[in-house]
């Protein structure tokens, strides 16, 4: 088998992790870098001499040594990085999320589709291993019905100036709600503030519907003083909590619900409502870092010409319950 040969476009915070990643996975290289920076690109050089530089991405995806191209640039460059790396013939891994418009969403999906294609979106929570026990639970049939989900992203910073918090952090917990449920929300929701930057919500509460009348809410922020990775999953039999800080046991299985039920006797009829307070589970979960089996999926699904996890399709849902929720956020911005 012969191996991969990737470029990486951006190279500022994240970047860097997927260069590393991809030098440790097997059959694959990474040949090329590019930053608009030329500060950045000599400073990531340096960590990676093997590889050639570019300052223009059109550059790197002109270079037909290049099978793929993994895009760590700021979301608001996705859309035309990504069209550009299809027209190039590259297969493509895009950072979360795809873009900032369903409709342009769609169009890179059918571009990927047309020229047989790999695209994939790095929605990095469907390769935790934490979140993939919370699903297998939820296939198994432990949780019951899904009644609600609760997620919890805050932090002091890292603040972004080209999207909200909503783009930057909701964009994960929208992601794992609609692989969880694997549904798009029926109805949104959204409140925000922007204290930091005018224009740009740091502040930003979510509550969405989905099919079957769950009901989910997101809390996300750049300010505030803790930072908390956190998913609640209500269901008619059990409860789950994953907590992507607590490093031993992220996930825990409460054995807690309420039966409702309606009873009729001499005094007419009344609702009984039974509580079941049990045990607490804390399920064995694998150690791994998500971003190495995220990339190793795209490797993969390129491999196998099949849809990878994460593919364009499932980010364009993502997008579009963002692009709901900035709607909200300025009525006449989206
Ligand atoms: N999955 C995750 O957990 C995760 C974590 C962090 C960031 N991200 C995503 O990664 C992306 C980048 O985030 P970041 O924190 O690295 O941002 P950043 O601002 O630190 O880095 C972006 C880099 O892209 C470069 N760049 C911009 N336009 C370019 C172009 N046309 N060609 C080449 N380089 C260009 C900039 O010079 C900068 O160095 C965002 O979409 C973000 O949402 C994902």
């Known amino acids: 088998m012969s ?3 990737l470029g990486v476009i951006g190279c500022g915070h994240w970047g860097p992790n997927h260069i590393r990643v991809f030098s440790q996975l097997r059959d694959c290289e990474v040949a090329a870098i590019s930053d608009l920076s030329e500060r950045r690109l000599a400073e990531v050089g340096e960590m990676f ?45 895009c950072e979360k999320p795809l873009c900032t418009a369903a409709e342009e969403g769609r169009e890179l999906v059918e571009l990927a589709r047309a020229r047989g294609l790999t695209l994939m979106v790095g929605h990095i929570f469907l390769f935790n291993a934490g979140l993939l026990k919370v699903k297998e639970l939820v296939e198994a049939g432990e949780v019951g019905a899904i009644r609600s989900l609760t997620a919890v992203r805050t932090n002091l910073g890292p603040v972004r100036s080209d999207v909200n918090a909503a783009w930057d952090l909701a964009s994960h917990d929208i992601a794992i709600f609609n692989w969880l449920l694997d549904a798009e929300p029926l109805e949104v929701q959204a409140m ?13 509460n979510i509550s969405l519907k989905y099919p079957g009348g769950v009901l989910a809410s997101i809390q996300c922020s750049w300010l505030d003083p803790k930072k908390v990775r956190q998913v609640t999953l209500v269901g008619s039999r059990r409860m789950i909590t994953w907590d992507d800080l607590a490093l031993s046991n992220p996930v ?72 709901r929720i900035e709607q909200c956020l300025q009525p006449g911005r989206a």
């Open 3 to 5: 191996a991969l040969t």
């Open 49 to 93: 001499p093997q590889v050639r530089r570019y300052r223009d991405h059109r550059e790197l995806l002109a270079d037909p040594a290049l099978t793929a191209v993994v895009i760590v640039t700021p979301t608001k460059s996705h859309y035309a990085i990504v069209r550009e790396a299809l027209e190039a013939g590259k297969h493509v891994l």
């Open 192 to 204: 925000g503030a922007a204290f930091i930057q005018p224009g740009v919500e740091d502040v930003v």
């Open 252 to 323: 825990a299985v409460f054995e807690k619900s309420v039966e409702t039920k309606l009873e009729v006797s001499d005094y007419g009829e009344f609702l009984r409502l039974s509580m079941l307070d049990g045990d607490v589970r804390l399920p064995k979960v694998p150690t791994g870092e998500p971003l190495k089996a995220q990339d190793a999926e795209f490797l993969r699904a390129i491999r196998e010409q099949r849809a990878p996890r994460s593919d364009g399709r499932f980010a364009v849902g993502v997008v579009h319950a963002l692009q």
